[in-house]
Every structure is written in structure tokens, then in C-alpha cells.
């Protein structure tokens, strides 16, 4: 799986992808059952904007659906590619953990706290760094992924903290209808390989979905960061320090009115880094990332139009990071270690008020068990550091939906959170939706948004290196967005919006100058600012997406442009037919030079991807072949500040081979 057997695969692709137009032309590609034309996507159900299902063009939000078949065409291998391809958005990776930009703000090391992730509804940021992992240590693997909602914007109103730049939700396939059973596995750059095993059992109770996946990967061989350039770092070289390994399983049961889910995950990564001052090119760095939980859910529609759903779960998620460092000349080995669990509980109710009013009210409840955070050192008997705690938060939201006329409604709605550490935070969000004719839509919405300070930004202070701030205060969105959407044909569709974001109190690192020690305050206020196009074709067989993106997020104070941040996005997305059996997908990618925490300047990102895959099944398999990064560009990604490097070199040219088979009984 060397560098020439990379070349040649992705020049065949390239050669596949090149011939596709020629090929499609000659031969009537027909259409594939599983893609539905521009028109039907506008009416697609869509539930995470508003807690009930509705069509995307009615949400008081902007949307974008992924759905699954889209995941294959472009051979997406992780979340953080599917959602790098989104209009708006994009991801930087730092050899660790990948971190979701959206609306011209993305803080170097965040873990992701602006953006709440969801499984089936079910919340999967955890309850001590409030990060949503979305890298290879997101437990649920794609495959099993039926389509993705995302929802830019405040979503305070009906989720809470987290929801403060929007909310990604991922919806997984259900049971099937016939007992299946289906088996994948694949191959790729620097010795990746992975494997899944999924049975659907449509005769356990209401339907059963068992599946479990492994994965591992080398990494990159030699990574060189010139910043430890010394004969007494290797030469800046990092080897054999970057591989990747997890574990998933997920399970889905239905009966009746209930439905219990349960995934668990664990994530072993190498850190090439030195991260936290840690020894270079030592290979005891790594990362350990572990999360489950299990979900019963209720749902019953009534007569009367009423919907009630409700849902009781358990939550847990432990971290361990493990580092090496150099101390007086003595190698020491510190350890990070985090551990938490959590129960809570969520009751929604939606139900019509006469013909024009659609109200949804609901609670959440969700008490911390445990919150713990600890730091080992391999040279003492006891933690360096030790902060145990429980916590709790109560919520109680109302939305309401108005029809005043045929072409024109209003969505209002406000959450209350009620938290035992800090108190009080209240979430509104008001839209208007207008439709002037069938084939256009008119929105407006305004809504504030809250994150509360995490508990590692609240109470972590080992003494060494960070002190604690039990004073932080929750930072704070008000945005404003305007959108218009406009079918030309049913085969042809452009979109507009803009947006204006204020941000008050926002958590960030700081040095205290008293005693060198990093704290987290409520720092600066911020404005961001930005509009974004997008136009989708369809043609017999054929679709492509294009979408360009201007954001700027500027400090309040200083006026300096957010770090981290690009000014411009550009993004183009076809799939082309190749005859009635094979198609290919085509990425192009565009960011514009980003700038680090400390003003150097990233060039710009350019990144060509290409996947052949078939249309229908061949001699009952699937099959698909991708290469990324065809044209082997040099990309560097901004990182944190608790890393010696400024930017990180991502990977070069790539592969992957994959074949999927699936056993049915009917």
C-alpha cells in the first residue's frame, strides 16, 4: 500500500472520472431509485430544526440534509468529511482531534463545544469539556448512518447550551424488513484497514439492528515538524507516532411504541504532536477516548393530531490522555484522566391548536453523577490533581407555529435552563417563513443562544499549569439571518442567505500574568458577519452542487480578524453516470488562507477528491474506490496553543478500497 500503489489507483480514478461524461453520454444512465429530484428534496421531513417532523422548506432554520447515498458516492470515510463538504463549513485536524468551523468561527482546540451533536436526538456532548467528537472517535460508524440533519444557527430555544452556532444530527438506519445480514470491509493509505458486521432482525419484537465495527490504521510513517529540527529531537522527524485504532457497536431495538437504542465506542490515537510540552517523538503520547450510552425512547401519534414522545437514558465517557515528559532529565509519565456519567430524562409534546397553530412544549432533566478530573504523575502515589463533583441542569421550553395565511407563518419559542452551578439562562428564537409562490421561500430568523461554561473550563486548576475559575459566566449569541430559496425548474435550484452574529462573555484561555497559569475567562466580545450562495442541478442521472461562502469574525475591541477562521469558502460537488452501472463522485474543496492564534498565515486549501462506485449491486456486491487529495497538495490546518507548532501538515495523496455484501432471507 505504498506511495506507487496510491499513484496508480488514483490515476486510474482520474482516467474513470475523466471518461464518465463520454461514457454517460453514450449510454441512457436512467434513474437510481435512491435520489430524489430537487423538487422532492425541498419536501423532504425534516425534524431537528423544530423537534417534529416537517418540510425542510418550512424549518425556522437553514438546512442541509446528507443522506446516505451521498456518503457513499463521495466515499466519505469519517464525519469530519461529510461535513467538510457541507455549504458553510469546514474542519481543521490536528493529528488528534478535528475541530467543526461554521459561520467564520472556529477556536483553535474547542473540542467542538459551539455545536451540539446528536444521535438520534440523543445528545452526544459529553458533560465535562461539553466537546461533540466528531474524528474517528465518534462512535458510530457510518455506515449505519440512514442521513445527517445540520441546522445553522442559534438552536437554544429548544436544546439548550451547546446549540450556539447550530446543531448535527445524525439519524441511523432502522430494522429491515427481511433478516439481513451485511459485511464490509475496506483498505487504504498507510495500512488502514477496517471491517463491519451488521445483522437486522425484522422478527425480534417490532425489528432489531445489531452491528460492530473495527478499524485500525499506521498513520503517517515520519512526520516531519521543523519546529523540533535538533539532533535532539530526530531531526523533527515523529516516527511511527500517528497511528489511529477503535472499536464500535451499535444497537437498535423496536417494540411497540419504544424504541431502545445503545452505541459504545473506544478510540486509541498516537499523538506525533508533543502535545502539553510532552517529549518529542516519544511514543508513549496518546490519546484514549471512550463513549456509550443507552436510550429508551417513547413515541405515539394520537387521532388527534398530538404527538408525544419521551426518552430516558444513561450516559458515560472517559478520557485518557498519557504523555511523556522530560523532568530534571528524568522521563516522567503524566496522566490526563477524565471520567463521567450522567442520567437524564426528556419529555415533548406537539399538538395542533385549531387549523393554523402547532404548539411543542417539553422538559429535559439531566443529573451528573460523576464529574471527575485527575492528574497522575508516574513519580507519585497520588494525583497531582483531584476535583470530584456532581451537577445538574432542568429545562422547560415552549415553541409555537402560527399559519396566518396560506403563504406566510411564524415561529416563536423560548427555553429556560436552570443550573446548579451558575443559575439562570433564557433562549429565545422568533422566524418568519414566507412563500410568495410554490417555488419560493422567504425566511427570516432571530435567536439568542447560550454555552455554559463546561466543568473542565469551571474547575480545572492543577496548580502547574492552569488555575480554575468557578466565576465563569455563560457567553452568549445574537444572530440574525435572512435566507431566500428558489426552485428555477425541478431540476434547478439556487439559494441565498446572510448572517450576523454578536457574541458577548466568550470563553477563552488566558494567561494570568500574576502567576503564568492559564485560566479561562469571559474575554472579548465578537461580530461575525457573512453570506453564502449555493445552486444544485439535476439531470438524468447527473447532479451537481456548487456553493461559495464569505465570512468575517472580527474582535470587538481590537478589530483584529478571528484566528482560525477563512475569509472565503468554495465548494463544488458532481456526481456523473458512468453507463447504467457505475457513477463517480467528484469533490473540489476551497478555503482561503487562514491566520493561527499568533497572526502566521496559512496559505490557502485546495483539495480534489474522486470515487468510482456502482449503481446497483455487481454479482451481489458493492463496490467502491476513492482517492483523495488527487493533485497530492501540501495542506496545513491552524492548531491550538498548547502545541509547540503554529500549523499542522495534513495528509498527502490517498486511498481507499471498499466492498460490501449483503445476505438476505426473505
Not at 85 to 105: A, K, P, T
Not at 235 to 262: C, N
Not at 374 to 403: C, G, K, N
Not at 565 to 594: C, D, N
Amino acid at each position: 500500500m505504498g506511495a506507487s500503489m496510491t499513484v496508480r489507483i488514483c490515476a486510474l480514478l482520474l482516467a474513470l472520472g475523466l471518461a464518465a461524461p463520454m461514457v454517460a453520454g453514450q449510454q441512457d444512465a436512467g434513474g437510481d431509485l435512491k435520489e430524489l429530484n430537487l423538487e422532492q428534496l425541498m419536501n423532504v421531513q425534516f425534524y431537528t430544526a423544530s423537534k417534529r417532523a416537517q418540510n425542510a422548506s418550512d424549518t425556522p432554520a437553514s438546512v442541509t440534509v446528507v443522506t446516505a447515498e451521498e456518503i457513499r458516492t463521495f466515499g466519505y470515510r469519517t464525519l469530519p468529511e461529510v461535513l467538510d463538504g457541507v455549504r458553510g463549513l469546514w474542519v481543521n485536524y490536528d493529528r488528534s482531534y478535528s475541530y467543526l468551523g461554521v459561520r467564520g468561527f472556529s477556536r483553535p482546540g474547542d473540542y467542538n463545544t459551539r455545536i451540539l451533536l446528536l444521535v438520534n436526538g440523543h445528545r452526544l456532548n459529553d458533560d465535562i469539556e461539553d466537546g461533540g467528537l466528531i474524528g474517528s472517535e465518534f462512535p458510530l460508524d457510518l455506515d449505519l448512518i440512514e442521513r445527517i440533519e445540520i441546522v445553522r444557527g442559534p438552536s437554544s430555544s429548544l436544546y439548550g447550551t451547546n446549540a450556539f452556532f447550530g446543531v448535527v444530527n445524525i439519524l441511523t438506519r432502522k430494522a429491515p424488513i427481511a433478516t439481513k445480514v451485511e459485511v464490509s470491509s475496506d483498505v487504504g493509505s498507510n495500512y488502514a484497514r477496517r471491517g463491519r458486521v451488521t445483522v437486522g432482525l425484522p422478527q425480534l419484537l417490532n425489528g432489531a439492528l445489531f452491528s460492530a465495527s473495527l478499524y485500525q490504521a499506521d498513520g503517517v510513517e515520519s512526520l516531519y515538524f521543523p519546529e523540533f529540527d535538533s539532533p535532539q529531537t530526530n531531526g523533527g522527524i515523529a516516527h511511527a507516532t500517528d497511528g489511529d485504532r477503535y472499536g464500535s457497536a451499535f444497537a437498535l431495538v423496536q417494540w411497540k411504541h419504544f424504541e431502545l437504542q445503545a452505541l459504545a465506542g473506544s478510540r486509541r490515537k498516537r499523538v506525533p504532536t508533543a502535545a502539553y510540552g510532552s517529549i518529542f517523538n516519544d511514543p508513549a503520547n496518546r490519546a484514549i477516548d471512550s463513549r456509550g450510552f443507552v436510550d429508551l425512547g417513547y413515541k405515539r401519534h394520537f387521532v388527534s393530531g398530538m404527538q408525544l414522545t419521551a426518552r430516558w437514558y444513561y450516559d458515560a465517557y472517559a478520557y485518557h490522555g498519557i504523555y511523556g515528559f522530560d523532568t530534571w532529565g528524568e522521563r516522567v509519565v503524566g496522566r490526563n484522566d477524565t471520567r463521567e456519567d450522567w442520567v437524564g430524562s426528556e419529555f415533548n409534546l406537539s399538538r395542533p391548536l385549531g387549523s393554523r397553530n402547532i404548539l411543542t412544549a417539553g422538559s429535559e432533566f439531566r443529573y451528573n453523577l460523576r464529574q471527575i478530573q485527575q492528574v497522575h504523575a508516574s513519580i507519585l502515589p497520588e494525583p497531582i490533581f483531584d476535583d470530584r463533583r456532581t451537577s445538574s441542569v432542568f429545562a422547560v421550553y415552549a415553541q409555537d407555529e402560527i399559519t396566518l395565511t396560506s403563504r406566510l407563518s411564524l415561529n416563536g419559542g423560548v427555553r429556560l435552563d436552570r443550573y446548579s452551578t451558575f443559575g439562570t439562562a433564557a433562549s429565545p428564537r422568533i422566524a418568519a417563513i414566507y412563500h410568495p409562490d410554490a417555488k419560493t421561500t422567504l425566511k427570516y430568523m432571530f435567536g439568542r443562544a447560550f454555552r455554559a461554561p463546561s466543568a473542565s473550563e469551571e474547575f480545572y486548576g492543577d496548580g502547574v499549569t492552569s488555575e480554575a475559575n468557578p466565576l465563569l459566566r455563560p457567553e452568549t449569541i445574537l444572530s440574525h439571518n435572512v435566507g431566500v430559496e428558489r426552485a428555477l425548474t425541478p431540476e434547478l435550484r439556487v439559494s441565498a442567505e446572510a448572517f450576523l452574529n454578536d457574541m458577548d462573555d466568550l470563553i477563552d484561555g488566558t494567561v494570568d500574568r500574576a502567576n503564568g497559569l492559564l485560566q479561562y475567562v469571559n474575554a472579548h466580545s465578537y461580530r461575525g458577519k457573512g453570506m453564502n450562495f449555493g445552486m444544485e442541478a439535476q439531470r438524468h442521472g447527473w447532479r451537481g452542487e456548487l456553493s461559495y461562502t464569505l465570512q468575517k469574525s472580527d474582535d470587538e475591541q481590537t478589530h483584529q480578524r478571528l484566528a482560525n477562521a477563512p475569509l472565503h469558502l468554495a465548494k463544488l460537488k458532481m456526481q456523473v453516470p458512468m453507463g447504467s452501472t457505475f457513477r463517480s463522485g467528484i469533490e473540489l474543496r476551497y478555503l482561503s488562507p487562514q491566520y493561527t492564534y499568533l497572526g502566521y498565515r496559512i496559505p490557502e486549501r485546495l483539495i480534489a477528491n474522486i470515487t468510482v462506485s456502482n449503481r446497483k449491486p455487481l454479482l451481489g456486491f458493492d463496490i467502491s474506490a476513492s482517492c483523495y487529495n488527487l493533485f497530492d497538495r501540501s495542506n496545513y490546518d491552524p492548531v491550538a496553543p498548547y502545541l509547540r507548532q503554529q500549523r499542522i501538515l495534513q495528509d498527502g495523496r490517498g486511498f481507499r478500497i471498499k466492498i460490501m455484501r449483503s445476505f438476505s432471507k426473505d
